[in-house]
């Protein structure tokens, strides 16, 4: 297995523009998570789907990101529009139920200058 | 809501001491996850444990859940260079709720 795939791997936009990340997890994993982390605050839970679903988007810092999951193998996070304060790098993690350990990413490292 | 520390935030030690790592939760959790994320890297996770007072070990690793299932422990013997990275736990609540600790920086000189 390939293990959760990300791409971009890096991404350098302008304040302003939209930016949209992706994520396939591992097939057959049902739980599927969005990780903001910086130096400053650490890891931050986003959002988390349970069989496509969101279940708890209480992380998402405000209506600038949204996340979609439209089936089991991709997921999308979206930042429209950017600022650098969303300069981070964003992880994708799946598990196979919604309380075990979790499989991450390899992350998309974001600058918004 | 749910809070996860840790302590230390860092830790440097000399190749072949011990080192541990301790977390503990303002909420009584239902399980418990480490991680590690080597410098540039993502987090692996390592293990979870699950039942009140439960210990498991990797090798060196020895990982420990307390009796009330609020704090854990990671215990490393013998330090070697490839143990260098942060070490996270994840604190799972029975509200289902995630929050990882801010991690522990671990360097090992050698």
């Known amino acids: 297995d390939a293990g959760v795939i990300q791409s971009p791997r890096h991404e350098v936009t302008e304040m302003g523009q939209e930016v949209t990340l992706r994520c396939k997890p591992i097939s057959g994993h049902n739980s599927l998570f969005w990780y903001r982390q910086t130096m400053m605050r650490g890891l931050e839970l986003l959002i988390y789907?349970?069989?496509?679903?969101?279940?708890?988007d209480s992380g998402m810092p405000e209506d600038r990101f949204s996340a979609k999951m439209p089936n089991a193998s991709f997921s999308t996070l979206k930042i429209q529009p950017s600022e650098p304060r969303d300069s981070a790098v964003y992880f994708c993690a799946s598990s196979f139920e919604q309380l075990q350990g979790a499989f991450f990413g390899q992350g998309t490292r974001l600058t918004v200058v | 809501g749910q809070q996860v520390m840790q302590i230390p935030q860092y830790q440097h030690v000399q190749e072949g001491e011990d080192f541990t790592t301790y977390c503990n939760s303002s909420?009584?959790?239902?399980?418990i996850q480490w991680y590690k994320q080597r410098p540039g890297g993502h987090p692996v996770f390592l293990i979870q444990l699950v039942k009140s007072g439960e210990v498991k070990k990797q090798k060196r690793l020895t990982f420990q859940f307390g009796e009330a299932k609020k704090n854990s422990s990671l215990h490393i013997t013998a330090t070697q260079t490839t143990d260098v990275g942060t070490y996270f736990c994840?604190?799972?609540?029975?509200?289902?709720?995630?929050?990882f600790g801010p991690g522990t920086r671990l360097s090992v000189l050698p």
């Open positions: 789907f349970n069989n496509n679903v969101p279940i708890d």
């Open positions: 909420t009584t959790l239902s399980n």
């Open positions: 994840a604190g799972v609540d029975y509200g289902q709720n995630f929050v």
